[in-house]
């Protein structure tokens, strides 16, 4: 067949050869993909028919997203073909289909059934010819017939029963299901209730087949409270006695949103299960990092929503999510949306922690082991919430602790150094406070807010460097402020102010912080206001800065209290249409 | 509405050659035609369901349902198109260019995954559905299947009296002697017991899996509960199978609900007791004949009472103290069953 199709091909003459080599070559290749699966499948299948114990059980849950996924491309291959072309193909594909449909791990799982259905119908024959092939119809029909009527209640007297009354299985199938989810919810709450007492317990074993045969069902919304009460009525036995495939079915289905649970069910998921808050996190990281860029409010909707700020309310939870946001800040090299991630995710979780009103349930130092309490117990107060003419001391005092912990050796090592700068970045609105505490300084800087502005941007610096880029940028700042008390401002003027002609070339101050102190410069003096356009113009000569002032702008936008004028604030949206017009 | 009664009444017709062999005549334009007709019919559903008015003048001008082929209520139009799906499927007799076109109508693919009013979303659930059940049964262990079914079957029982309520007390009465006459027993009782408990909050040792969300309809409920009462207390022998065969916990919780069933109960335990005889070289009460209710039994039913929250245990007491007193108030035992009765009782005489 797929010889033919390439001389087909090549005869029309559109495709050259070799892209018609190419495709032929995958279509072979699916082809026997697909065939070399349809022989594990079948071969699988007859495995779990024959027996049904609990090892079987287990491996058929493991493997129902992935027999979905063969059914799918199954259909996808058969819908094209007639019945004769596919029994030609897949003589065993009766055997195959009858085997899972027979399957209730199966046909309960997520859409199994229906690609099920849908394989079944393409293999109907539209024009049968011999009595074979008209048997084979009716069978198809009596398979349907059964997936879609599987319940027989061995008691004749049930069917009598409702027959009288005048009611068919349709009629009760959905109220039953209900009674018996119901049935056994309240199994477990009375097992729950009667804890201590052995005889009204429900059994280790039980909890876990039921966990088990809930695993295909989770999406199913009659199965949301027996879900439920699964995860809140855990058992008081020391192991675990839900299947772990059962929680990662659960968490698939919450991250996926085929189901929804109350955010306390949730956060009990991951308290038992830790992968499932690992693969909750990476989730949450996925959406957030992903190629498309994202506003802060953006990222605080998705951060929200992934209910991981109100899990890790609970610092065991919390010191999980916080490592993985410290991998991914070494690994991408203190990426600036992964900074600004983890300081979203803070305020999230600050939030949070004041609507539970548990502030005091745990201490600071619980969430934050390595840093020195003092410093915690500083940075963690809202730098936002304290008078403005009050800023500067609260400041100098952070920068003092951090310094300590940092350069003193006798305490530390350089291990200390990434740790104090880590969870400094967890509150990054003290940075944006020096910031502007800098700008509106008429004398000179405190030497304090310097070190902290140049210690937040260059964290990996040695203390004699650090000195060094201190009194460059102390420089800077000089020029600035002078630039600002001459007559008139100009794009140019500032652009050569930021470049410092006496400065060590090897080490120019970091070019961030200076970017940094430039554009808050331009949008919170009206002097700067007018040619902010045109200093950024020049200033976003490459992608990367241009991002980078498009986060800049994006979160003084974000949380602009510190910033009073609504001149400013204006000025910056209309920045950022136009720097996000060009992106 | 005229025009609605009878597309109605067609689709009942229709329904109810589904399943006979009148659909030897079908084709695969009829198949497709009936199941839009269920589809209409789906939406007139959707569109007066949740108006009682509108719904019961409905089922008003409708009157009495056909018989089992057809249409048995206007609820039954919400699962039309499963319904006649079923029957076709299953149907040997339904000529074979319908039952070839069949699959394909029922299930057209993805381009018909959305619609919710078509039968494939329909009928995928109702496969998932059926296989959940499944594999919760076959968990098996406690008493949640069981359970689950009365309580299922007690549900329809209610809902199918509700819809007699406009025929008249008459009605429901007919449909409970059908039930008693051509119904398996012990499940009629098990199902009468659970619905008379439905909505009921307190009910003493049972399991209680209704959440308080279903105490609030209990408007609906204490009227079919009325009716029910009504029958059961009216049926000699209905009542004395029902009061022999259900648990002594169940009949416990109903005889605190409802105080008419518990007089009616203690009566008949206390004709039951009359029955015994007490033998001598036993040294115990045996039954005379082997339909009474033996001692032991007995004793178990009126200890539950006992256990149930006032006014229940003072009203066995005073029974059993009546009992005693009319033979003589011996203190010996062996000399009057009443005594013995409440010498067994953990809270004495």
């Known amino acids: 067949m797929d010889s033919s199709l390439c001389s087909d091909l090549e005869s029309s003459g559109r495709p050259s050869r070799r892209d018609v080599t190419i495709l032929c070559l995958e279509m072979a290749r699916d082809s026997a993909d697909l065939a070399s699966d349809y022989q594990f499948w079948l071969q699988k299948l007859s495995v779990w028919e024959q027996s049904s114990t609990k090892e079987t059980q287990q491996d058929t849950c493991l493997h129902l997203s992935r027999f979905q996924e063969f059914l799918k491309q199954m259909y996808e291959f058969l819908k094209e073909m007639d019945s004769n072309a596919i029994l030609e193909r897949f003589p065993t594909i009766g055997q195959l289909l009858a085997k899972a449909c027979w399957n209730p791990l199966i046909s309960a799982y997520d859409e199994s059934q229906k690609f099920i259905i849908w394989c079944l119908c393409c293999l109907m024959n539209k024009e049968p010819q011999t009595p074979g092939e008209s048997q084979l119809n009716s069978w198809i029909r009596s398979l349907l017939s059964h997936i879609l009527s599987t319940i027989r209640f061995n008691m004749k007297e049930v069917g009598l029963f409702t027959e009288i009354l005048g009611y068919e299985p349709v009629d009760y199938y959905p109220s039953l299901l209900k009674n018996m989810v119901l049935s056994l919810v309240s199994e477990l709450r009375e097992s729950h209730l009667n804890g201590l007492n052995t005889q009204s317990r429900m059994a280790p074993e039980r909890m876990m087949s039921l966990s088990q045969v809930c695993v295909p069902l989770v999406t199913l919304p009659d199965f949301e409270p027996l879900v439920e009460a699964l995860l809140t009525y855990h058992g008081r036995e020391p192991q675990e006695v839900l299947s772990p495939e059962f929680f990662e079915a659960v968490n698939e289905a919450v991250l996926s949103k085929k189901m929804i649970l109350p955010a306390s069910s949730v956060v009990s998921l991951w308290f038992r299960h830790l992968p499932s808050l690992e693969r909750a996190t990476l989730h949450l990281f996925e959406k957030l990092f992903s190629s498309e860029r994202h506003c802060l409010r953006e990222m605080e909707c998705c951060i929200k929503e992934s209910l991981l700020p109100q899990a890790a309310c609970h610092p065991a939870i919390f010191r999980i999510v916080d490592e993985m946001f410290r991998v991914v800040l070494l690994e991408t090299d203190g990426a600036p949306e992964v900074l600004a991630a983890l300081r979203v995710f803070t305020w999230c979780l600050a939030e949070a922690l004041g609507r539970e009103n548990k502030q005091v349930k745990f201490a600071l130092k619980t969430y934050f082991p390595y840093g020195a309490p003092s410093l915690t117990a500083v940075l963690s107060q809202r730098p936002d919430a304290i008078p403005r003419s009050h800023r500067l001391q609260p400041l100098l005092h952070v920068s003092q602790l951090l310094r300590e912990a940092v350069e003193d050796h006798t305490r530390g090592s350089p291990r200390d150094a990434f740790e104090s700068w880590f969870l400094f970045a967890h509150f990054g609105g003290w940075v944006d406070l020096a910031v502007e505490q800098l700008l509106r300084m008429e004398a000179d800087p405190p030497e304090g807010l310097l070190w902290l502005l140049v210690f937040y941007y260059s964290p990996q610096d040695g203390s004699q460097q650090r000195a060094q880029t201190m009194v460059e940028l102390k420089a800077l700042l000089g020029r600035l402020l002078t630039l600002l008390r001459g007559e008139r401002l100009s794009a140019v003027d500032v652009q050569k102010a930021a470049h410092c002609p006496s400065a060590d070339p090897r080490r120019p101050v970091c070019g961030q912080l200076v970017r940094r102190l430039l554009l808050s410069l331009l949008l919170w003096t009206p002097e700067g206001h007018s040619i902010a356009w045109e200093a950024i113009t020049h200033m976003a000569n490459t992608d990367a800065v241009t991002h980078e002032i498009v986060g800049f702008l994006d979160q003084t936008l974000y949380r602009s209290d510190h910033l009073c004028v609504a001149a400013s604030r204006k000025l910056a949206r209309e920045l950022l249409q136009k720097l996000g017009a060009q992106v | ?349």
């Open chain 2, 1 to 349: 509405m005229e025009p609605l009664v009878q597309h109605l009444e067609r689709f009942s017709d229709v329904l109810a050659v589904a399943r006979g062999a009148q659909a030897r005549s079908w084709d695969a334009v009829t198949v497709r035609r009936a199941l839009q007709w269920a589809r209409y019919l789906l939406h007139v559903y959707r569109r007066f369901a949740g108006r009682a008015a509108a719904r019961a003048a409905l089922e008003r001008r409708l009157g009495p349902w056909a018989g089992p082929p057809g249409l048995r209520s206007f609820a039954a139009l919400e699962s039309g198109d499963a319904r006649l799906a079923l029957r076709l499927l299953s149907n040997r007799a339904l000529a074979p260019a319908a039952a070839r076109a069949l699959p394909r109508l029922l299930f057209p693919g993805p381009a018909a995954d959305g619609e919710d009013d078509a039968p494939q979303p329909r009928l995928l659930l109702l496969a998932r559905r059926g296989s959940a059940l499944r594999l919760l049964l076959r968990l098996g262990g406690g008493d949640a299947p069981a359970g689950a079914l009365l309580r299922t079957h007690a549900e329809l029982l209610g809902a199918r009296l509700r819809e007699l309520g406009g025929a008249g007390a008459a009605a429901a009465r007919g449909l409970l002697e059908a039930l008693w006459a051509r119904g398996p027993r012990g499940h009629v009782l098990g199902v009468l017991g659970e619905a008379l408990l439905l909505g009921r909050c307190s009910h003493g040792g049972d399991l209680e899996p209704a959440g308080a969300a279903d105490c609030a309809g209990g408007a609906e409920e204490t009227e079919t509960q009325g009716l029910l009462l009504h029958w059961l207390l009216g049926s000699p022998e209905a009542l004395a199978a029902f009061c022999r065969r259900l648990p002594a916990d169940r009949l416990a919780s109903l005889a605190s609900c409802h105080p008419a069933l518990s007089r009616a109960y203690l009566g008949l335990l206390a004709s039951w007791a009359a029955q015994l005889r007490y033998d001598l070289r036993e040294g115990s009460w045996v039954p005379t004949q082997p339909g009474d209710m033996p001692w032991e039994e007995l004793r178990l039913r009126l200890q539950r009472l006992c256990q149930a929250p006032p006014p229940l245990p003072e009203e066995v007491l005073e029974t059993l103290r009546g009992g005693k007193a009319l033979d003589g108030d011996f203190e010996v035992p062996g000399m009057s069953v009443w005594t013995d009765l409440l010498l067994a009782l953990p809270r004495g005489a």
